[in-house]
């Protein structure tokens, strides 16, 4: 199951793990990435937290925790090569993956045509 935030970060879900990136959207508005900083594992969340930085040619940005949850891995491979994110956003270029504190929370999240509808 996909879903998406108003914030332009996407989740897929499986089990009670959620892989988390940021959209297409968002790595178009943000231009060329140079630099991606991502939390450590095993770092808890709470929903909207700040959990990773993103900086492109044109300005830095936070990524944030769409859910309640614990950080068990993260994508090394955007770190040496920001550039995963701008090619791949919603594939090779993933962040993290979240331990939800609660799975059902993801049905308050967007799904695939409400977030379109959202950016338009």
């Known amino acids: ?13 499986d089990g009670d793990v959620a892989t988390v990136g940021i959209t297409q959207h968002a790595a178009d508005q943000l231009g060329d990435l140079v630099f991606v900083e991502l939390p450590e594992v ?11 930085t993103v900086e492109s040619v044109k300005a830095a940005s936070d990524v944030y925790c769409p859910l309640d949850g614990e950080i068990v891995e ?4 955007i770190t040496s090569d920001p550039s995963l994110v701008n090619s791949d956003p919603q594939g ?6 979240l331990k939800l504190s609660n799975v059902a929370d993801a049905n308050d999240l967007l799904d695939e045509a409400a977030y ?5």
């Open 42 to 52: 095993g770092s808890t969340f709470a929903k909207n937290g700040e959990a990773a």
């Open 116 to 120: 379109k509808e959202l950016v338009g």
């Open 92 to 97: 090779a270029g993933w962040f993290f993956k």
């Open 74 to 77: 993260i994508n090394e491979a």
């Open 1 to 13: 199951m996909l879903k998406f935030t108003a914030e332009h970060e996407w989740l897929k879900l």
